[in-house]
Nanobody, 127 residues
């Protein structure tokens, strides 16, 4: 069983930065994906960034060049560094883990792969 706890959300002005953390308990298989997803009010949840095999990363086009996902194996913690934040980045951000997945765009699209989800952390970006 995997449990995920996010932290690090908050309110910032446009152009600012935040770093989200996701502490994972339980075993994460190397073939797994860990990812960040977000849901804005009135919108569907969307994939932001994923890490496949605890190594290779994949990003949504909307955040490429601004967001960076990483994983600290020793701490079993997933991070999302968010720079140059925009008001449209405002959303609830969720960490998730998939016991089995594939790399690439499918890791962002196939949310049903992700069996474990955190409770979410709110990010609000003001203009």
């Amino acid at each position: 069983q995997v449990q995920l706890v996010e932290s690090g959300g908050g309110s910032v002005q446009a152009g600012g930065s935040l770093r989200l953390s996701c502490a994972a308990s339980g075993y994460i298989y190397r073939s797994a994906c860990m990812g960040w997803f977000r849901q804005a009010p009135g919108k569907e949840r969307e994939g932001v960034a994923t890490i496949y095999n605890l190594g290779s990363t994949y990003y949504a086009d909307s955040v490429k060049g601004r967001f960076s996902a990483s994983h600290d194996n020793a701490k079993n913690t997933l991070y999302l560094q968010m720079n140059s934040l925009k008001p449209e980045d405002t959303a609830m951000y969720y960490c998730a883990a998939a016991p089995g997945c594939s790399s690439g765009s499918s890791s962002l699209l196939y949310q049903h792969w992700y069996h474990y989800w955190g409770q979410g952390t709110q990010v609000t970006v003001s203009s």
